[in-house]
């Protein structure tokens, strides 16, 4: 069982997918709860986990329901599972209450569905659900932590105690975790995987054509992501380049009077929320010269960790540059990508139009990226070793 917070719904956790799919291919029957389900199905590949997926909202009248009778069946266990969940942190301790009903119901369906392991994307209330789904049934659970959820902090330490394994996306949110007291013996660091395409071969860049230079930042538009020194970026930077933002978010009117100011509203396009289809199908029908994520840290560990939409680029051959932040440094060791400081507009302007006028780098940089992926963020690869840590 999965335990995702939205997917199959909503724009994000998109990068479960392949992971999903490819326990699938290797024999696995996988069931995918959301805690949260909520939004659309904006996701092709999504809509194929809805038929085993168990959907309910955190609170409704069959959640209690079924919540009581698991009480009953084992109430010494769900109240051993109600006292993991006490902090002293009264906003952890709300929300970890709140989900409490959902993961004694969580408990019953795992028990009738005889599921032998619960993982959790997220450490935050995700795992608080899970947690207490395997105290109360007797199976084995584990969680996947990404970043915010470790600066979070809500009973990290206490999760990785009761939990099989506890995996982490990137050395450095490991060390993050480390910080906070988490058991290092049920520590993993694993990445998240992508498919590879079966051909990895791009065309070589071609400045005999018409078309701009285009950039694409895959990115929502959140202060983190710092979209607005990629666009001072593009503004120092000669004509004949283009950037395309796919995503959406709270500073999407703050970038478009930005634009509108830098009198760039001919270069740089606001894609709005892209399905992971359509953002890949750019990647595959050669639309996108380069990848760009500005990233920077905010401070008190609100940075990047390792992102996916970086790794997918990297397995189509795209070129990427970034930041030296959280675990994006991680990624691109050994030349898979060109990195540069935060905040740097000048240096990020510098590193793209290097891609633009030299087609020998952006093809290095291109069969480097890709080479990375293979080697340490294929799907195929992240699942066999998913596949042994459950079943170990």
């Not at 995996?167 to 450095?172: K, N």
């Not at 990848?291 to 970086?310: A, Q, R, T």
Request: hydrophobic letters at 45%.
């Amino acid at each position: 069982m999965y335990v995702t917070s939205s997917l199959p719904f909503g724009p994000g956790e998109a990068f479960i997918i392949p992971e999903i799919q490819q326990l699938q291919k290797q024999g696995h029957t996988v069931k995918v709860i959301p805690l949260y389900p909520r939004g659309q199905l904006i996701h092709e590949a999504a809509k194929g986990l809805i038929d085993s997926a168990a959907i309910q909202p955190p609170i409704s009248f069959e959640v209690l329901s079924a919540a009581g009778k698991e009480f009953l069946r084992a109430p010494w266990k769900a109240l051993q599972a109600l006292r993991l969940l006490i902090t002293f942190c009264p906003r952890h301790l709300l929300k970890n209450l709140s989900i409490y009903p959902k993961g004694l119901w969580l408990a019953g369906i795992a028990r009738r569905w005889e599921a032998e392991h619960i993982h959790a994307h997220w450490a935050a209330t995700t795992a608080s659900m899970a947690m207490v789904a395997s105290e109360t049934s007797g199976i084995p659970w584990s969680f996947t932590a990404h970043r915010w959820d470790i600066v979070e902090g809500n009973l990290l330490a206490r999760k990785s105690a009761h939990a099989k394994f506890a995996r982490f996306i990137s050395r450095s949110g490991l060390e993050m975790a480390l910080a906070k007291g988490v058991v290092k013996e049920k520590t993993r660091v694993l990445y998240l995987g992508v498919q590879l395409r079966q051909s990895g071969s791009r065309a070589e860049l071609d400045h005999s054509t018409s078309r701009p230079f285009r950039l694409l930042c895959p990115a929502s538009l959140l202060p983190v992501k710092g979209h607005k020194y990629l666009i001072q970026a593009i503004s120092l930077l000669p004509e004949g380049v283009e950037l395309w933002l796919a995503g959406d978010g709270k500073l999407r009117a703050e970038i478009e009077t930005q634009v509108r100011e830098l009198g760039l509203s001919e270069q740089v396009r606001l894609l709005g929320q892209l399905s992971h289809e359509a953002l890949t199908r750019l990647y595959a029908e050669n639309q996108v010269d380069a990848v760009v994520l500005p990233s920077i840290d905010l401070g008190g560990g609100l940075h990047e960790g390792i992102p996916v939409s970086l790794i997918e680029a990297m397995s189509f051959g795209i070129p990427v540059i970034s930041t030296r932040t959280g675990g994006i440094p991680e990624l691109l060791e050994g030349g898979a990508g060109l990195l540069v400081p935060p905040r740097d507009p000048k240096a990020l302007a510098d590193a793209i139009q290097k891609l633009m006028e030299n087609p020998q780098l952006h093809q290095a940089i291109g069969v480097a990226g890709r080479t990375r992926v293979q080697e340490e963020f294929a799907s195929e690869h992240v699942a066999t070793r998913l596949e042994a840590l459950f079943i170990e």
